[in-house]
């Protein structure tokens, strides 16, 4: 877990820069360099059932090849990590995210996980998660729609009130 904790808090230093490249350079002098991968997916999230910390009814998430991930919405903005069960082209697939530690969660990791299942008529999700207080946030849900992500750099992405 400390080797999550340490690349975490390296990543969160490096994405909230001016630029998505960048090195952390620890007291020994080693470095480590964190950059976007190439842009796979971007999911829209409608969420039916919300957090009521966060009531924020639409996100989009940016997901990249080597496991990085943005996601936005009216009141969140921040970058993670993540790994698949599946694929987005499954019929139904897993994805597990842990924030980095951001304003969105008080400076804390957190922990998602959405399953998402491609139906006939719509596309739904369930998302449990766990902040980095222990707190087991009740069970969300909604729908969503999925496309390319085009976006190789989403630092300058924020969100847009539609």
Known sequence: MKI???TTASLLMLMSSAHAEGL???ADGKKLTVTFGQPTIKQVLHYRKMYDKKPFPDAEIYYYDNGVYKIISQGEDHYGVYSMQGKFEDETFT???ISLPSGDWGNKTAFHQLTFVRGEKQNVFIQ???VDTGEAIAQQNGTYTQEKNTVTNPISTKWKDN
Request: proline share 0%; glycine share 0%; charged share 10%.
């Open 24 to 26: 952390t350079t620890s």
């Open 128 to 130: 449990n998660a766990i």
């Open 4 to 6: 999550i904790t340490t």
């Open 95 to 97: 994805v597990r995210f």
